[in-house]
């Protein structure tokens, strides 16, 4: 019986390594973000793959935003973002139609776990200064509320200042993209509108006034209770009320 010839090992590769080695490469090259990576031709012929394996492989890369191409100019280091992440929770929410609420209780569940353990970190190194940025927030929703306009977004800027003081660069990157999530699903869905913005600032000013305190206990369960009410918000928007 005739054998067919077996393709090379590196023929058979299959995508995922592709992307692998690219990224091993600018591992070891020590490239950062914004850097130029080797053109497709090069790639082809160090990797010793074909152009349409290296193509394909820097198209899935680029969806992970571990390169940017930009076309005429090259390929570059992306800023390895956690927005397909975001995307990856977004679409997964929206297509368990049956249950948003379980879906966004999710999110939220991991979102209250990590900041309720971040806030015992930064109540005991909060400078006065940023007790103050945080206390002219609060003072800003307030303002917001009594008008009857809504604040996500001194919302969000609320709980980016309360961490920065940490110095790390993956929680405000990760609680971003727990909240882009949880906003677009409720976007999607119709629950814009806070139904009770004097209770979310009173939960946010619990918040800074146990900080004020430092007193770590208090500034979890005011973090904890403020969740809660996110929770009740969300719950309320799938039954259409608010």
Known sequence: MCR???EPARARRVGSQVQREIMQLILDRRLRPGALLPTETELTEELGVSRNSVREAL???QALDIVEIRHGYGTYVGQASLTPLADGLTFRALLQLSDDTHALAEILQVREVLE???VRRVAVRLTDEELCRLEA???KMEESAGGGAAFPELDREFHETL???LGNELVPQLLGA????FNRVAGVRGWA???APDVTVGRHRDIVTALRARDVERAQRAMADHFRGIAARSEQGARGVG
């Open 163 to 165: 961490y920065r003081s």
């Open 193 to 195: 509108r806070d139904p």
């Open 59 to 61: 198209k899935a890369l």
């Open 137 to 139: 927030l609060v003072r």
């Open 116 to 118: 309720e353990g971040l």
């Open 178 to 181: 727990f909240w882009n999530v």
């Open 4 to 6: 067919m010839p077996q």
